[in-house]
């Protein structure tokens, strides 16, 4: 059994991808318990965030006296709606803890280290190569109180948006990826014309995922949601939201009825109205949001830098006269992106961290 200290971290943020954009406003933690050279225990955080992915690793463990403990993310050490990680973590007699990102929560920053060490537990941070940025969305939800905003945009090779004759421009395996990456996101954030035109589920359907429903918001001022859309059909499943001003109020008791939600804001014109909207879907507890929605509302966001994470469908196609777009895709082609060495069948995946 390996000795490699990066081995069994990597185990631990393997498990906690698994559960990204399930555990609420909480962050995703993986652990893992050495004993001997061998695994002997594993936990994740819960979802919705509680337990703790130290407490599922170890609760049930009878022996671990001695072992040593993997964990992605600094254990707790405040006590909150749960006993803090770190006392569970010296009852069951843990001798190492390694953890691969400091907790950017002041009331656990820093902090297990010497907690810890004063029940003679050694804790030692270790870098990971491979998982540096794993924490990034929640250092964006402590560090501004607003949910980390993930956009995604499909195109053919000669850069449009739209296809004439057909609703796909990428290929199967390329739309298998996109609700992939909605399953890491607690919600998802459209607008009305993009879900008309469309008329999408705006859900996971793929084996695995195809219960896990990200909630939706919809941005609607005119209110002209159609009658007849699919969501419509799954609406008592999942929160959906709409975003609207109090100008049609009676339609909100229509919408109302059929189980929609509502957000009032004013208006959405400038960067200060969309942090306004941001903050207040990070204070009904959604830290990660994936954006869809066409090319205008995406050059929006991108130009008052209110993106984290931009991903870019690439077809190896080209529409010429099948192609149309709503506005110029200049913006994209000035990007900077980066391959995300995945197969998706001669189609291409780039990404872009702002």
């Known amino acids: 059994m390996t000795k490699n200290h990066n081995y069994y971290l990597d185990l631990a943020y393997q498990l906690a991808e698994k559960n990204l954009g399930k555990t609420g406003l909480n962050p995703s933690v993986g652990t893992i318990i050495v004993k001997d050279g061998s695994v002997i225990s594993s936990g994740v955080t819960s979802s919705n965030g509680r337990p703790h992915a130290e407490f599922n690793a170890l609760f049930k463990m009878k022996n671990c006296s001695g072992a040593s403990l993997y964990t992605s993310l600094e254990p707790c050490v405040h006590i909150g709606k749960t006993p803090p990680c770190t006392e569970i973590i ?57 949910p980390f905003i ?15 004759k057909k609703k796909w ?12 990456l909605r399953s890491r996101n607690d919600c998802i954030l459209s607008t009305s014309k993009t879900i008309n035109l469309d008329n999408s589920l705006l859900n996971c359907r793929i084996d695995g995922f195809d219960k896990f429903k990200p909630d939706l918001f919809i ?32 339609k909100v008791i229509i919408f109302r009825k059929k189980g929609y939600k509502f957000i009032f804001i004013n208006s ?16 009904l507890g959604y830290s990660r949001v994936f954006l869809e929605t066409g090319l205008t509302f995406l050059n929006t966001v991108i130009k008052n830098k209110l993106v984290n994470n931009l991903y870019l469908f690439k077809s190896n196609k080209n529409l010429k006269k099948n192609g149309k777009n709503n506005i110029s895709p200049k913006f994209l082609k000035t990007i900077k992106f980066k391959p995300i060495l995945i197969n ?6 780039l990404i872009k961290e702002f």
């Not at 004063?118 to 939800?141: A, E, L, M, W």
């Not at 421009?169 to 992939?180: A, D, F, G, P, Q």
Request: net charge positive.
């Open 268 to 283: 959405l014109k400038d960067k200060k109205d969309f942090i306004l909207l941001y903050k207040k879907i990070y204070k």
């Open 150 to 164: 993930s956009a995604k945009v499909a195109i053919s090779n000669d850069f449009f948006s739209i296809n004439k």
């Open 90 to 146: 010296s009852k069951k007699k843990i001798k190492n803890v390694y953890f691969g990102s400091f907790d950017p929560d002041i009331r656990s920053y820093k902090k297990a280290k010497s907690i810890l060490g004063k029940k003679g537990i050694k804790v030692t941070k270790i870098k990971s190569n491979n998982y540096k940025n794993f924490y990034r969305s929640y250092f964006v939800n402590k560090n501004l109180n607003m």
């Open 169 to 180: 421009i990428t290929n199967e395996v390329s739309r298998k990826i996109v609700h992939l």
């Open 344 to 349: 998706l069948n001669d189609d291409k995946l």
């Open 219 to 250: 941005i609607d001022f005119n209110l002209k949601l159609k009658k007849n859309l699919l969501l419509n059909k799954i609406i008592n499943k999942r929160k959906t939201y709409i975003i609207t001003d109090k100008t049609n109020l009676k």
